[in-house]
């Protein structure tokens, strides 16, 4: 049986900032990434709805912003190498794990095909080679087979809202809206001003031992919103 949890309210707690590169903000200071994650809301009755494992893990699903498939076996491999990138630099990696140069970040790359199968799962083939997002480029050296992360800021141009959750057995469908991060209004209080998604898509995960795989990224267009 399906379990439908839809938002009703739009009062939402405040948003938290972290760091694209966490390793290189301890060494450097200067890399930063704003991430607005809004993964717990109040339903009618006052219940605290609690999606911050799901906002977690679509955090660079979001993004990133990949082009939509059905299959994830059918997604653009850029993309999904570019989220296990910015999502392995995102997590809590210890500082003296990566070499720091002057070009950036070494990061190994089984480190990246471990967050890229945990992410999507061992069916779905990685090749490994040099990655461009929204102002930023990670290098692959074959040599090394590592890639290099420039010491820059990044803004993803989307935050994660997630409007509702339908489950059916071991996979979620999310209701996710794309908030773009330039349109993000924070009030004085620290809480969010209300602020539209640019856009929506319906989400695919399936729930795994070790936390979640990325299964589809479908359009959502207006008419079926409310559907």
């Excluded at 990044?154 to 979620?172: C, D, M, Y």
Aim: with cysteine; glycine share 8%.
């Amino acid at each position: 049986m399906s379990e439908v949890v839809t938002i009703t309210s739009k009062k939402k707690k405040a948003p938290f900032i972290i760091g694209l590169i966490v390793l290189a903000f301890a060494i450097t200071g200067v890399i930063s990434v704003v991430d607005f994650v809004v993964s717990k809301f109040y339903t009618a009755e006052e219940e605290v709805v609690d999606y911050s494992e799901y906002a977690d893990f679509l955090t660079w699903v979001v993004g990133v912003d990949p082009a939509p498939f059905s299959d994830v076996t059918n997604a653009d491999k850029d993309a999904l190498r570019n989220i296990a990138i910015c999502t392995l630099l995102g997590d809590d990696v210890k500082t003296g794990d990566y070499e720091v140069t002057e070009k950036g970040l070494i990061v190994p790359a089984e480190d990246v095909e471990k967050y890229y199968f945990d992410m999507f799962g061992a069916d779905v083939g990685i090749i490994h080679a040099s990655v461009v997002g929204y102002g930023y480029e990670f290098t692959y050296n074959a040599g090394t087979n590592t890639y290099t992360v420039p010491l820059t800021g990044v803004t993803p141009p989307f935050s994660v809202r997630i409007e509702s959750v339908q489950k059916t057995g071991g996979l979620a469908v999310l209701r996710v809206g794309y908030v773009g991060t330039n349109n993000v209004e924070v009030l004085p209080d620290g809480t969010l001003a209300a602020t539209q998604p640019d856009k929506y898509a319906d989400i695919t995960i399936r729930e795994t031992e070790t936390g979640f795989n990325l299964i589809s990224v479908m359009t959502v267009t207006v008419g079926e919103f409310n559907s």
